[in-house]
């Protein structure tokens, strides 16, 4: 199957786990890197893109079920200290609104693009809340499904203020109590010559391209493990 995978889609590697009845079977087939001979392997930590967004979704939902949250909460009922800044477009924003991307804020600011500062969270998002509510809306996007990153970084922010923790301590329960993991962490992407990790690759045309313009950072910023 995963040879099969690998050559349809053109890929670097294909990791396989199956599991019948508890017993566990897992193979990979590939390189860690397109055009680098360097093996991947079944220890290889693999990035999950943007497997927060849905981590931050489960938790308000249960805040919600909590009776600590509504999806009609507006941003500035919870973090009031962000008015003085916020455009009067942004003001009565709310939570369902971020999470379904109908928010119409920006995708990014420039706090995203230079990274937050992982040591620094939850303070960062903060600082990023402050800064998103002070940029206009993109063109057209009033009333309309607009994918930002950012938003639903706001709606994590909104969610930390109210259950008084913070999403990394909110998520490593869930993932220690409910998916039962042991470990797991926060990495950024590689080098272009580090190859201790899958290298990151993007889709086009159905074919995986090496992403060279997504050099950011060292192979691993931060790690918990609460």
Known sequence: IAK?????????????????????DAAVVGTRKMGDPTPATLDDKLTVASCSKPMVGLWIATLVDRGKLS???????????????????HQSITLGQLLTHTAAVA????????????EQYPAERLRMARELLAAPSPPNSRGKEL??????????????????ESYEVAAGRFYREKLRLKSWGVWETNLPDDLSLPYPHSMNDKVATRSEERRVGKECRSRWSP
Do not use: M
């Open 147 to 164: 994918y930002s990153n950012n938003g639903v970084t706001l709606a994590a922010t909104v969610a930390e203020r109210v259950a008084k």
């Open 71 to 89: 999806y009609d909460t507006k941003v500035l009922d919870v973090l009031p200290e962000l008015t003085a800044e916020c455009l009067p477009e």
């Open 107 to 118: 995708r990014d600011t420039s706090t995203s693009s230079n990274r937050l500062r992982l």
């Open 4 to 24: 099969q995978l690998q050559k349809e889609f053109h890929l670097p590697a294909v990791w396989v786990s199956i599991n019948i009845d508890g017993v566990v």
